[in-house]
C-alpha cells in the first residue's frame, strides 16, 4: 500500500516511510498530533492530494510510553485528560477527517487500536484502561454509524505486547503469562497480519 504515516514526533515517520518507498510503494510523513483537529484535517487533506484516495485509517497513536503505574488516586487529572484527548479523542477526530473522502468513493476500512485491558482491567494503569474502553466503545458506535457508507470500522484489542514501550511499564521478564493463550509475551510481528 501506499501509505501516510503520522506521528507527533517527526524523527520515527521518516525512517517508516523510508521503508515502505525501499519495498516500492509511496510515502508520506507528516507531523501531526492526532488531538487537533487541525492536524487531522490536514493530515486527511495532505493524504488524499499525494495519493487521489483513501483507503485505509490505522488508529495507533496512544499515549503508553512512559506513562507508569501508579494508583488510581495518585494519577495527575491532566495527565489522564491527555491521555484521554489523544487515545480516545484522537481516534474520533481522525475518523472525522478521513471520513467525507471515505465517504465520497464509497468505501473505506477502519481499524483503531484498542487493547485487552479494556476488558481485563490493569492495576495502577486506570487512565489507559479507561481510554482504550473508550476506544471499544467508539469503534461498535463508528461501525454503526458508518456501515451505510460501506465504511468497514473494526477494533483490535492485543493483550500484553514486548515492545520498547511496554519495558518502560513492566518488567518483561516477570510478566505472568500462565492465562495468555501462547504461555508467551506478544510480539509485534503477532500483530502485523491483522
Not at 492526532?34 to 487533506?45: C, F, L, N, R, Y
Amino acid at each position: 500500500a501506499d501509505v501516510c504515516v503520522c506521528d507527533i514526533e517527526f524523527g520515527g515517520v521518516q525512517n517508516v516511510a523510508n521503508e515502505i518507498r525501499e519495498r516500492g510503494r509511496r510515502a508520506l510523513e507528516l507531523k501531526v498530533d492526532v488531538s487537533s483537529p487541525e492536524d487531522t484535517k490536514m493530515m486527511a487533506q495532505k493524504t488524499y492530494e499525494t495519493f487521489g484516495r483513501i483507503d485505509g485509517l490505522v488508529n495507533n497513536a496512544a499515549l503508553y510510553y512512559g506513562l507508569g503505574r501508579r494508583p488510581f488516586y495518585e494519577i495527575d487529572p491532566l495527565l489522564f485528560d491527555r491521555v484521554m484527548q489523544v487515545n480516545v479523542k484522537g481516534v474520533w477526530l481522525c475518523v472525522c477527517a478521513v471520513f467525507p473522502y471515505m465517504k465520497q468513493q464509497g468505501k473505506g476500512k477502519i481499524v483503531n487500536i484498542a487493547s485487552e485491558v479494556a476488558f481485563s482491567g490493569s492495576i495502577g494503569f486506570i487512565h489507559y484502561v479507561a481510554s482504550k474502553g473508550g476506544v471499544v466503545a467508539l469503534t461498535r458506535a463508528l461501525a454503526n454509524e458508518l456501515g451505510q457508507y460501506n465504511i468497514c470500522v473494526n477494533a483490535v484489542a492485543p493483550g500484553f505486547i514486548d515492545t520498547e514501550a511496554s519495558r518502560t511499564i513492566a518488567d518483561v521478564t516477570k510478566y505472568d503469562v500462565s492465562l495468555t493463550p501462547l504461555r508467551r509475551l506478544g510480539k509485534p510481528e503477532d500483530i502485523v497480519g491483522i
